[in-house]
């Protein structure tokens, strides 16, 4: 459904408490009141609407326009701190960024079977996925249309959705079977009562969502990885490999510095991955810029990096990184794949899933060895991440600058800008 995206000069009454001390006659905001849906503003450009959102304009425009994407790397200093910590940047960013465009949420191996299913959260959209009694995939907002109790949770094999509140029960294609003790109300039309659904697809193993309701033209490849596609194709991103295990971890963190981590060009692997860097050979790094995808390429370091025939890297690492949070790491018999979920300004849950050549995945030494060494890096970043987190909102910092590596972090940050300018 289109919406009207209204400008109002004075709203304290729906304004957010951490808004109010900013507030003056001038300044101006944009609220909805609806259910989600795309509108096209009166700044003429497509967006996604969300309920009772409140935005200073001109405060978030102020901070958007403090990176600018036209200076090139070698003059450009990095977005301002702000981008990092300030709320309404970041509610801001989860309706531009997030829920604009295909999302990877899960691998398809979670909804294998008939009635599997699989829940999980974007931003503030809380979702269900899963493949009904016919087979087809099916997505939802993961909500109960009585009083908004989250319906599933976790993930399993289910013939139907019962809510947990007070019993409502929905079939896997999103109607409402049963609603208790409703038999008297009046104008209830159970067939307007069932689950919002949400645009869902697969590329590879992966599976994708979109929030938007608006249609698009190009297919989901072409507009999840635009010209990257052959690419990653070429370098084993496949469904062939088999699903290993999954971890999560939680960092105290802007989502945002968990991505530049990964995108400084193997910049601070030298330092701080002393480890890694033995299977890596760095003067070989590359990185290639599609769309909205960057691939980092390296070579395997020499055997001596290899430990007692150990080598979990193989002889190429190619790094791709999804716009806005997706990475997927292919390297010898590996394929990992890092989610980078918001959870708030100064917060984000990063959900690694590991993949393995098939022939390998019954080697438990070979699996227990590479994830150790896997976990090793990670909690090494996890350190690097939270320093960074807190440095960016000491006084002493504002902006930094890039090294020529950085380049696809520029990229990332010139794709933000894209998204969220006014
Ligand atoms: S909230 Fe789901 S049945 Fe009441
Ligand atoms: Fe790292």
Known sequence: MMM????????TATMPEFLTPKLNSTSRYFTTHSEFGDSVSQFGRRRLVYPSRVFAVSEISKLVAEFDPEIPLERASTPPSSWYSDPQFYRF??????????????????????????????????????????GKIQAFHNVCSHHASILASGN?????????????????????????????????????????????ALWGPFVLLKVAKAETDGSVASEWLGASVERLSQGGVDSSLSFICRR???????????????????????????????GLDLETYSTTIFDRVSIQECGGGSKAG??????????????????????????????DTNLVIPLGPRKCKVVF???LDPSLKDDE?????????????QLEDVVLCESVQRGLESPAYDKGRYALVEKPMHHFHSLLHQNLKL
């Open 248 to 278: 999560e971890y939680i960092i105290y963190c802007n989502w945002k510095v968990f991505c530049d981590n990964y995108l400084d060009g193997g910049y601070h692997v030298p330092y701080a991955h002393k480890g890694l860097m033995s």
């Open 353 to 355: 899933d590991y993949f």
């Open 93 to 134: 960013e989860l309706d531009h960024v997030f829920y604009g465009g295909w999302q990877a949420v899960g691998y398809s191996e979670q909804i294998k079977d008939n009635r599997d299913y699989f829940t999980g959260r974007l931003g503030e959209v809380e979702f269900v996925v899963c493949r009904d009694e016919n």
């Open 156 to 200: 399993g094999n289910k013939s139907c959705f019962v809510c947990p509140y007070h019993g409502w029960t929905y079939s896997l294609s999103g109607s409402l079977l049963k609603a208790t003790r409703m038999a008297e109300i009046e104008n209830f039309a159970s067939n307007e009562m069932g689950l919002k659904s949400l645009k869902v």
């Open 365 to 377: 030494a070979f699996i227990k060895r590479s994830l150790e060494e896997s976990e090793r890096v």
């Open 4 to 11: 009207m995206m209204m400008m109002m000069d004075t709203i």
């Open 306 to 335: 290899e430990k007692d025939g150990f080598d979990r890297l193989g002889s190429k690492a190619l790094y791709a990184f999804v716009y806005p949070n997706f990475m997927i790491n292919r390297y010898g018999p590996w394929m």
